[in-house]
């Protein structure tokens, strides 16, 4: 893996797991990466319940891992948002795999290294707790930012929709 130099977390700002306060400032961010549709405040509940009560085998480890920037200086204003989510296989002698989803950095905060501070932290959890590979799925438009997160090209998505 290549090493590359950590981004330090800017004064004013505070990075941890997304919790029940963070409803609207976390519908807002998600919304610059795609439609968040009708998820009420207690749909959103409903789906942090959900993922803070699963958890691997070890019955300890979370699957879902939602982490957020936070700009402290305005009212805890959600800047950032990520996934790093961890699925046990059958294959690697029951390994676990990463797979980061759904970030945003919100535009106001975009081109300060919050998403390439993201990542680095979904990817050390991830290693942390084992994972043999984490692998994501982005648009053409966003290879770069990845590659300076250290990721490489590897396979090809796809995918079948659901008719709406
Ligand atoms: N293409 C190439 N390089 C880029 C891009 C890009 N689209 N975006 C940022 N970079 C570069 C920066 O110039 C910077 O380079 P440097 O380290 O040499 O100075 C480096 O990547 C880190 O940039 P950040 O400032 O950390 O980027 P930012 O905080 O703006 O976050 C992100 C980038 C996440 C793509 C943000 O623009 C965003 O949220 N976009 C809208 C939603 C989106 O597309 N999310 C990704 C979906 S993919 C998924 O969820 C798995």
């Not at 963070?22 to 610059?32: K, N, P």
């Not at 959103?44 to 070890?58: F, G, I, P, Q």
């Not at 290294?113 to 692998?135: A, F, N, P, R, W």
Request: hydrophobic letters at 40%; a negative charge.
């Amino acid at each position: 893996m290549t090493m590359m130099k950590q981004v330090e977390l800017p004064d004013g700002f505070l990075l941890r797991r997304i919790g029940m306060k963070d409803y609207e400032g976390a519908v807002q961010t998600l919304s610059g990466l795609t439609s968040v549709g009708n998820l009420t405040k207690e749909d959103y509940e409903e789906v942090l319940h959900h993922w803070s009560n699963t958890y691997l085998a070890d019955k300890k480890t979370l699957m879902y891992n939602v982490f957020v920037i936070v700009d402290e200086t305005a009212i805890g204003k959600v800047a950032a948002i990520g996934t790093i989510f961890l699925e046990k296989k059958l294959i690697h002698g029951g390994g676990l795999v990463g797979h980061i989803e759904d970030i945003s950095v919100n535009p106001e905060y975009q081109g300060k290294k919050l998403g390439k501070l993201l990542i680095q932290t979904l990817t050390e959890y991830g290693l942390s707790k084992g994972c043999y590979k984490i692998i994501l799925d982005c648009d053409v438009k966003n290879v770069g930012f990845y590659e300076k997160c250290g990721y490489s090209e590897a396979g090809i998505e796809m995918q079948i929709r659901a008719k709406m």
